[in-house]
């Protein structure tokens, strides 16, 4: 699921002291008996939305206690925006970081790659593998080994009010000339704006870079591409959008912004990812349910596509009680768990079996999300990714408020990737 990755940047001075409820500063009680009996405490760092999701994730939590009642669940909910670096930190330091981690998919080749993840391959954390989705298993290999399991899957499409279309009597836009022009009759008649385009996340813009048939690296010639001629074009399009009114914008306070916006009827479509819907809901344009509308984002020149997302499990590889970590991991993981997931917040499962459940077969989002999702592009699995986005964002912000041009933003990102990636073309 994706919220901000441009958290990613964000200073390293958070405090260790706020982190001391990890595994580390449990040992004393993070153990199994010698029965083989699972028991001690698990400390879970979960990243989904406060408020919406991290309800529903704690219950489930609670539920492994009960099937191994001498087990402690420490469940805590660290804002996805702080939990990259506040994981790196505490593990660097050994001391705080937690025995499980909700790693957003860009991270856990990342953290791999650092020596801070535990290995799953013949753990108890990794059942049915071949029962995981081929594109949610990707995210979760380095160097030839299995480093978390996939929790949920995600991309991104176009969340749209039908109530304002009906009024505007505009279509769903398929394409960004349409989108154009739905957004233009849509100011006319009802005096909203059409859409509302983040502008503090760098992940919001990778449907228009991918729709204008460019890419931010191809990693399998080692060459970075976001400079490229679709690059610029991107980036002349996202300005366009902006300039001539189609799209309203924000420099910082993007969640919250666009969500506000759209849930209070102020926009009249968003671009977003399945995660968002359970708080869409709680909009008041939305008490009626049936009133939300998702569509693929519309297409540009050259394609349409969206951002493969989503979330896995890992285990800290520090970890003092790594039995009942791998356990918890299983349990967080299995078709059942992933069906109520989908019952209770229209997340995607990322086991193959789970879609044949009654909650999922019968879910309107999975329903539309699924084909988008199994087209989606996939992120280059590198130590890297998750560090593409700082110098991308940063641009793109400037684009967005005129501080800089299109050809200087991608030529400025492409010189700080080509630093980041040491060999790179």
Known sequence: MRRGITATALVAALALAATACGSD??????TSKSSGELSGTVTWWDTSTAGSEDK????????????????????VNVPFGDAQNKFKNAAQ??????????????????FADLGYLAPLDGTSALQKESDFLKQAAASTKYNGKTFAVPQ????????????????AGVEVPTTIDELKSASKKIKSKTGKTGLYLRGDDAYWF???????????????????TIDDAAGVKAMKLVKDLVDSGVAKTDATDGWDNM???????????????????????????????????????????????APQGGHNLA????????????????????????????????????????????????????????????????????????????????????????QTTPEKAVKTTGASYRKLLDGWK
């Open 315 to 402: 285990v800290y590889a520090g970890s003092k009680n790594l039995e009942a970590s791998y356990a918890f991991v299983d349990y967080m993981t299995s078709v059942k768990t992933q069906a109520q997931v989908t019952k209770e917040l229209n997340l995607l499962p990322t086991r193959t079996s789970a879609y044949a459940e009654e909650s999922v077969v019968d879910n309107e989002i999975v329903g539309f999300f699924k084909p988008v999702v199994e087209s989606a592009v996939e992120r280059p699995w590198i130590p890297e990714t998750g560090s593409l986005f700082a110098p991308l964002v940063t641009e793109y912000t400037k684009v967005l408020t005129g």
């Open 93 to 110: 330091a050994g001391s705080g970081a937690p025995d499980v981690i909700r790693s957003e998919v860009a991270w856990t080749p990342e």
């Open 259 to 305: 969500q506000a916006s759209f849930k209070d009827g102020d926009v009249a479509m968003m671009i977003n990812g399945p995660w968002a819907v359970a708080d869409t809901y709680a909009g008041k344009e939305f008490k009626d349910k049936a009133n939300l509308g998702v569509a693929p984002v519309p297409a540009g020149s050259a394609a349409q596509g």
């Open 56 to 75: 529903v994730f704690k219950k489930i939590a609670e539920g492994f206690e009960k099937l191994h009642p001498e087990v402690d669940v420490k469940y």
């Open 152 to 167: 949920v899957i995600d991309s991104l499409g176009i969340f749209y009010n039908k109530k304002i279309f009906k009024e």
């Open 25 to 30: 500063d449990d040992s004393s009680d993070s």
């Open 206 to 224: 990778l449907p228009f870079l991918y729709g204008e048939g460019g890419d931010m690296v191809n990693a399998a010639d080692k060459s970075v």
